[in-house]
């Protein structure tokens, strides 16, 4: 049914709030009368910040994370280990990771993973500028950290092949097996056959 | 978990949208990575609306719901009702009398119930101007059309008091009553007394 809005502006408001992901027409209104209440700064606050952020986050030129400079504050710290990369998919992925506090390497986002389902091919994706990350040579190890999906190991492989010039190159992957804190019961066939197949050796947990 | 961002421009957006009621951190994060893939124009588009709705929608001196003129168009409609005022809690609720299409009289916005929890006296609300409305002269009917809840019906009575000495005005209320659809198994109690003493000629029901 079409709302009468009292006003454009709040219409145009609630236009634009309901095009963001999972927020329909009612919720959208229920925003813009949310932010009607409250006082103007906090409206105006967050309108200056989407567009701020809109207008001023830049892509790292060496890894295509997110960068407010030409070169990210990763890529160009002193203290992380530039022989290691491990490759994402997404800026958020590299957020994840950061939060882990276990990986001090740099990244490469590569924008998404292959899916020929939704026309995403290997051009699509940061694929080349990887290789050519590759070939300047001081990369001793490409970590492929992508979901374990069917495009995830599809994308995986192909950045293998891609890869496998490079002879000198470590090329690892996430470790797949059951994740801490699941009871074996519940945990899938699949996993549990690749977690068995590559057992560790149990000394191994007790250092760390 | 203090979440680490590769730009401040990212956080402060982030921070901003998770003001808003129901949206958390993760899905504020979700919000501004989905601006930042978008095409620029979307998240300017989305900021400079909701600047500009903040900025410019006003209040209609006389209802009290939002307009962008000092006299909304309801209430400077020539083809409206102006002897039928319809007192209602808000903004939205408005819109959704609007959506009816059956009514055609005037609007009342208070600003909310009174609330001696919320700390919502008469005083905080549009009372005194729809008292002021009434005395000068053309409302012959003042329609009750607040929620059917404690504070609703505590409001209703207040008002009601304040207007008593205009006795020439007609004051109603809502009818109360099965809602259309429902079934009489779950109608809850009082509801159902109420509309049973409330009940209506059949014939009435025929003519609509």
Known sequence: MQQEYA????????????????????TALRL????????EHVGVALGEAIINMRKGVKYCS????????DICPICSSPSRDNTTV????SVKDVMIFENTGQFHGLYHVL???ISPMDGIGPDSL?????????????????ILALSATMEGETTNFYIFRRLAPYSDL???QLARGVAV???????????LGRSLMNRTPFADSLKQ
């Open 181 to 191: 804190g699941n009871e074996i019961e519940y945990v899938d066939e699949i996993t």
């Open 170 to 172: 470590k090329i690892t």
């Open 86 to 89: 491990c490759v994402v998919e």
């Open 32 to 39: 813009a009368l949310h932010l009607l209440r409250a006082d």
């Open 62 to 69: 060496v890894c295509h994370n997110i960068s407010e400079t």
């Open 111 to 113: 924008g998404g993973v």
């Open 7 to 26: 006003s454009t502006l709040l219409e145009n408001a609630v236009t634009e709030l309901s095009r963001l992901p999972g927020i329909g027409r009612k």
């Open 126 to 142: 940061e694929i080349d500028s990887l290789v050519e990350r590759v070939a300047s040579g001081e990369i001793k190890e490409v």
